[in-house]
């Protein structure tokens, strides 16, 4: 991919006789694209490159102004040059373009009323563009038996035209390897080699990458609707800290699904599938739609004023507020305004406090990479963190980046990066470096130069000593092999990347990374570094952190003891995963009040006195701040049904009834109000409304719905024959059809131009095919060198010696993965792994089967397992890893493993097959829900809070 | 004068002869098959239901009077979960009829739509679904499409080889 935007090596191409600047940088048929003209193609992708496959985007080239004849050639795969004469409109290559899709239709089925492509399929929309109108085959079609890839990706293989678009996306872009081609001639089919879930955590782009309906998204089709039926809404992946753009669409009041929502600095075109497939939490059957502790005057109809009456006798009292980092910006702030700072708690462990303190310093100092950075990279370091499984798409663009040597190896030989199987061809197995420090096998090994396999104990005085190498050029005798080489190639790297993260928990290992890094970016100005925190707001928390925020403990401590005069607690979106069972049990046993404001059950709102429905991502207005301090907005995709409502309308309320002297007591009907509100009280405050405000009054509102929308005047007529009016929103997007052209949005709900149908239509609102968009909103950052005030960084807890690492899958991380029963079915079977000589001297076997019994560090709670032992041959030591389902994220400082009867493999077993089939209920059960409630549209004529509907 | 004199003996002429109009209620005009009026879903030689819940006739009509959800049944065929015709909306244009890719969606020569209540003329898919194939008599969309259904396996629909063998060598 070119790095930038604005590079001026244009040229002068004439494409049917009418001049055009085109850029050198890209083939032809990206330039042709980016004039925002059409021209056919399928197996070319933006950022995949050209192999001239499919024959589609066939133009005649001329010699001169004089030349009649032309010669065919395939625009993708031919170079931009200086007063080229092309044209797409003569009959030669017209002709050429049509017949090739015909070939293509001999074997394709007559499937597109069924095919969940339908309606957004680029072979359709390349078929109607080239005007190749009947089919012409009147033989026999060939026919393929599909195969059962999982739960996320259906195939059908009849549709394909074998662009091999799936397997270079899979095998070479995303580095999977369970996926192929086989067979010969004209009876090739992709897919596995034989039946079962694929394994890539990237699978789910295959939906988009495939230009036809062989792939679709499983869960949508379960619940399917055409895209031209959606209404969407521009959103940010709520799962992890990078922030990927995404588009969720809705019908009939349920949210559908995710598609990848282009952001060149950030996702670019691809998503994880944890965030394209683990939406379905919004629609979980433990949401909360009611509220508790609060008797409506009318049932079924909760107002203000019944939200006052219940909160009154609070009025004046103490509440200690405890955020988190999976709510909104907004409603993190407003509590902690609310409460006020002495009261506030992030909703981290003393332990997490020490990590977020260091992490705000830090960024004082390192702005983090985009994604787009990263991928320009010529080294990686990663030092003890799984970024396949804590920022899925990072690890995407690290093995991006780690191409870069075969393209600068084919540069060298004159061929250009889009020249994708020619650059393969020269690279081979040629990648750049990339290290890992870590204590657990993970996913990217097999791409690393080096994986360095140690306890995190070592991990740190490696770091030391770098550090004390580079400070005092000392030699590099006291170090192995593998390190010097990675002390001297991060040295001679022109763009070297490192990257660390919370997740190992060890705050000895997360300074001596911080002080690594800020050594070496005084040796090396070209020194990226991004410390990736744990969640989908993580950094926007920090932001709010100051020297009173309070730990976790400390909110405890505060609440049990009776001197301190607290009344209650007010718990924001936080389900307290963090504690352990003791102090569970302390807050069960507290007569405080406890209000909870979130979307679905957990083990607080179990014990919670008041709960407020709060809505979730999809149905909420507001902000997060991704790893790198951007702050991203997400939409509402469809009015929440009353009374869920997004917190900070809670909080309002909140305020209003407990807090009614506090400045932000007011009544606040849209998010631009609260941030007008906001910015009165703080200057501070970063997002100015004024600015976006007069940008808003620029641009008219922009329709979440497709023009060609159906059912306007039948999906409600079962409730009223009369029209319901369409609900009025509360921020720049109608819940309609109608609204302002799509092309001046800066956040587009959905892509759509004519003629393109699919997401392939990006690059009609590109500046250049895979650069920025036209319309980009300028990136808003956290400027963290304004929090002036250095906080006295609190004394970390004495580092337990680990002795099990947990290896913490993608799929089970947090509240809002668990709410996904497909999730709870990707888990296969508990696994150890260990050294031969750690399994010697236990006496053990490997492949057996194992009880394993963990003692949690910090409070010596003891759990028993059953998993397999299995031998990782890279291992030393006594080092002990594994993947075992339902183990708490903890520091694991005694572990003892014996080999497991019979009877409890049995019984393991046995809850292994209870787990997977109450998923799978469940997984029934929602669908059933979903389509009961499709044909009642709760009618709501404004989106805004209660007493608006 | 010559002219006024012929209106008049054309107007006396018409006197004699017989009238186009009918007596509606009492006497009903002849409308042929293809008339357009109340829509039916119809159903396959065999009895299933055609319509395949692919929204192309929603899509198509100009007063957005359809609206449906689809489902897969448990025989790998796709209905609709439910479908609503809104009929007091419809303006029997039948371009619903011209997109159905399975012939489910038809018209019928029944006009007789008059209700006292709106909300009566709001149909479900019990009220449109008929036991025959109206017009089409032939037509079963799954034979042509490529996908598999309970009891007709890939390979054995209309025009279609059968499935191909990955592993085998043969060019
Ligand atoms: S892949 Fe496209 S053209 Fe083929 S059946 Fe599906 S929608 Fe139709
Ligand atoms: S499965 Fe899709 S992406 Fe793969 S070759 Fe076939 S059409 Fe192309
Ligand atoms: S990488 Fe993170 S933000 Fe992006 S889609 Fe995956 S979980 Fe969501
Ligand atoms: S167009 Fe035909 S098959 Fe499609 S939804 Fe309408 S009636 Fe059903
Ligand atoms: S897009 Fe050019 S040959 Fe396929």
Known sequence: ?949 | MFSQLRTMWLVLKHTFTKADTVEYPEQKPYLAPRYRGRIVLTREPNGEERCVACNLCAVACPVDCIALQQTIDDDGRKRAEFFRINFSRCILCGFCEEACPTYAIQLTPDVELAEYDRQNLVYEKEHLLIKGVGKYPDYSFYQQSGIKIKDKDKGEGVQEKPPIDVKGLMP
């Open chain 1, 1 to 949: 991919m070119s790095d930038d935007n604005n590079t001026p090596n244009t040229v002068t191409v004439y494409i049917d006789d009418q001049p055009y600047q085109v850029s050198t940088d890209d083939n032809l048929l990206a330039g042709v694209l980016s004039q925002k003209l059409n021209l056919p193609y399928f197996c070319w992708h933006p950022s995949m490159g050209s192999v001239g496959a499919c024959r589609q985007c066939a133009v005649t080239q001329y010699q001169d102004e004089n030349d009649q004849r032309g010669r065919l050639v395939m625009a993708c795969t031919t170079p931009v040059t200086d007063g080229m004469r092309i044209s797409l409109k003569d009959s030669q290559s017209e002709t050429f373009r049509e017949q090739v899709i015909s070939a293509m239709m001999t074997n394709h089925p007559h499937d597109c009323p069924v095919c969940a492509e339908g309606g957004e399929c680029h072979l359709q929309d390349m078929t109607v563009m080239t005007g190749h109108s009947t089919r012409e085959y009147k033989g026999d079609k060939r026919t393929f038996v599909n195969q059962n890839l999982g739960e996320f990706v259906g195939h059908e293989m009849n549709r394909c035209i074998t662009c091999y678009r799936c397997v270079r996306y899979y095998k070479d872009y995303a580095g999977g390897t369970d996926f192929g081609v086989y067979g010969t001639s004209n009876k090739v089919c992709f897919g596995r080699q034989e039946e079962g879930q694929l394994e890539s955590e990237f699978s789910g782009n295959l939906i988009e990458v495939c230009p036809t309906g062989v792939f679709t998204n499983k869960l949508f089709s379960a619940h399917y609707t055409r895209k031209w039926d959606l209404q969407s809404a521009p959103s940010i992946c709520s799962f992890c800290s990078v922030g990927c753009n995404t588009s969720v669409g809705e019908r009939y009041g349920s949210v559908r699904r995710v598609m990848n929502r282009y952001n060149y600095d950030i996702n670019g075109y691809f998503l994880c599938d944890k965030g394209r497939f683990g939406i379905g939490f919004v629609n979980g059957l433990t949401r909360i739609r009611k509220t508790k502790g609060i008797s409506p005057q009318f049932p079924n109809k909760l107002s203000r004023l019944d939200v006052s009456k219940a909160l009154v006798h609070f009025k004046g009292k103490h509440f200690i507020g405890v955020g988190s980092a999976r709510a909104s910006f907004e409603a993190n702030y407003y509590l902690q305004q609310l409460v006020g700072k002495k009261q506030f708690s992030l909703g981290y462990s003393h332990n997490e406090m020490v990590f977020a303190e260091q992490h705000q310093q830090f960024l004082k100092h390192h702005k983090a990479p985009s994604l787009a950075e990263i991928e320009q990279s010529d080294f990686v370091l990663i030092i003890d963190e799984d970024i396949t499984q804590i920022a899925p798409r990072i690890a995407l663009s690290v093995r991006q980046a780690l191409r870069n040597a075969s393209i600068e190896q084919a540069e060298k030989l004159g061929v250009p990066s889009w020249q994708d199987s020619a650059v393969r061809t020269i690279g081979g197995n040629t990648l750049s470096p990339l290290y890992l420090l870590q204590s657990k096998a993970t996913k990217l090994d097999d791409v690393a130069e080096a994986v360095i396999l140690q306890k995190t104990q070592d991990t740190i005085e490696l770091l030391h000593l770098f550090t004390t190498l580079l400070q005092n050029n000392h030699e590099l005798s006291k170090l192995s092999d593998d390190n010097v080489s990675l002390l001297n190639k991060l040295l001679a790297a022109k763009k070297p990347l490192i990257v660390g993260g919370w997740s190992h928990q060890s705050s000895a290992l997360f300074s001596a990374t911080i002080e690594f890094i800020a050594v070496l970016s005084k040796a090396k100005h070209t020194l990226r570094a991004c410390l990736l925190p744990p969640e989908a707001n993580s950094i926007g928390q920090l932001a709010l952190m100051d020297e009173n925020s309070l730990s976790i403990e400390q909110v405890l401590y505060k609440v049990m003891d009776t001197e301190d005069e607290i009344d209650g607690l007010i718990l924001l979106e936080n389900d307290f995963a963090v504690l352990n069972d003791a102090q569970l049990n302390c807050l069960k046993e507290t007569d405080k009040t406890i209000i909870c404001l979130d979307h679905s059950d957990n083990q607080i709102t179990a014990l919670a006195d008041i709960i407020f429905p709060a809505a979730p991502i999809t149905e909420s207005d507001g902000h997060l701040v991704n790893y790198q301090g951007q702050i991203q907005a997400f939409y509402q995709v469809h009015p929440s049904v009353l009374p869920v409502q997004e917190s900070w309308r809670w909080l309002s309320l909140i305020a209003k009834a407990i807090y009614p002297k506090h400045a932000l007591a007011q009544e606040v009907d849209s998010l631009a109000e609260l941030h007008q509100l906001f910015f009165q009280q703080d200057a501070n405050w970063p997002l100015n409304t004024a600015a976006n405000a007069n940008d808003a009054k620029a641009i008219k509102a922009i329709a979440r719905e497709p023009h060609r929308a159906s059912g306007r005047t039948a999906k409600m007529a079962n409730i009223s024959v009369h029209e319901a009016k369409v609900s009025q929103s509360t921020d720049n997007y109608r819940f309609s059809m109608e609204g302002g052209d799509l092309n001046h949005a800066t956040e587009m709900p959905f892509t759509w131009s004519p003629g393109w149908n699919s997401n392939q239509s990006i690059h009609q609102f590109q500046r250049k095919v895979a650069g920025q968009l036209t319309h980009q909103a300028n990136a808003q950052f956290i400027d963290f060198t304004d929090i002036k005030r250095v906080i006295e960084p609190r004394t970390p807890l004495s580092e337990h010696q680990q002795c099990f690492y947990p290896q913490i899958p993608w799929h089970r991380s947090g509240l809002q993965s668990s709410l996904n029963p497909e999730f709870a079915l990707l888990h296969q079977v508990n696994k150890v792994f260990m050294s031969s000589t750690e399994i010697a001297k236990r006496q053990l076997m490997e492949n057996h089967w194992v009880s394993l019994e963990l003692t949690a560090a910090c409070t010596g709670e003891k759990r028993q397992y059953i998993a397999q032992l299995l031998l990782d041959e890279k291992l030393t030591g006594d080092l002990i890893y594994g993947d075992i389902d339902q183990l708490p994220d903890r520091i694991y400082s005694e572990v003892s493993v014996s080999i497991a009867s019979a009877q409890q493999v049995e019984s393991y077993q046995n809850r292994c097959q209870q787990l997977r089939q109450k998923a799978n209920q469940d997984k029934a059960l929602i669908l059933e829900k979903l389509k009961v409630q499709d044909a009642y549209i709760p009618i709501r004529l404004v989106s805004g809070g209660l007493d608006n509907a």
